[in-house]
């Protein structure tokens, strides 16, 4: 999945309800919208752009 605005609606959106819609568990980031680590403590690979990888 790949988040390339910073709306509210994408900004706020619950990490374990997008899992069931997406086949695969990466996301890319490009606005630095949403809780990053949210996103990883869900089992996401999440990746924000221009910013360092953490684990």
């Known amino acids: 999945m790949a ?5 509210d ?13 997406v ?3 990466n996301i890319v ?3 630095h919208a949403p809780d990053a ?3 990883r403590a869900a089992g996401r690979d ?3 752009l ?3 990888n953490k684990p």
């Open 3 to 7: 988040l390339l605005t910073e709306w």
């Open 9 to 21: 609606i994408f900004r706020s959106a619950d990490p374990a309800v997008l899992g069931g819609l």
């Open 23 to 25: 086949q695969r568990r």
């Open 29 to 31: 980031d490009g606005r």
């Open 37 to 39: 680590d949210a996103y």
């Open 46 to 48: 999440y990746r924000a």
């Open 50 to 52: 221009g910013a360092p």
